[in-house]
């Protein structure tokens, strides 16, 4: 939780106070669905909630934005951003039924109203967004292909709509295949520890 102070001391009280929740809500409900490896639940802050934010380094989201979290799993990176964007509205999707019974209850315990989850996969998913995010569900080129339609024309941010993706180092060569306007973004750039070495956003546009 120290990371979180560390890096957004900006937060409001009743941020802290969410962000603090994560760590007891995460630990009982893995308990009885594994979201998040036994082996990672201790380093909850560091490689699930840290690396969720990054996205909140490269783009600070404008009030009344549309996101949708692909392959959310048990809400990375959509909860975290949630918390942060309380004026962003998230749509969380994952096929799996049990993760999204996690990521439902896990929001409703934290008050966010700003999230809905749903058990859907992103190709039948008929509604459009500002921005795609994602974890490394996939490689880049499939994902493309299962959310372009899904990426509303009218941008009202400061980085054009499109799809923001955490990956690690295979993204280079994965975007050399795509026609798509993109940048890479050292998320080690954004914070110090180790761990984010390797990690990246890749941001991608005009798909």
Known sequence: MQL?????????PGQLQQFEQLQPLYNDWNEKINVISRQDISELYLHHV??????????QFTPGTTVMDVGTGGGFPGIPLAIMFPEVDFFLVDSIGKKIQVVQEIAKALGLENVTAEQKRAEDVGYTFDFIISRAVTELPDFVKWIKHNISDESVNTLQNGVLYLKGDDALQEIKRMKAAKFIFDISSYFEEEFF???????????
């Open 197 to 207: 070495t390797t990690k990246k956003i890749v941001y991608l546009y005009n798909l």
């Open 50 to 59: 840290l690396h969720s934010l990054s996205i909140a380094k490269l783009i």
């Open 4 to 12: 979180i102070k560390k890096y957004f001391p900006e937060l409001s």
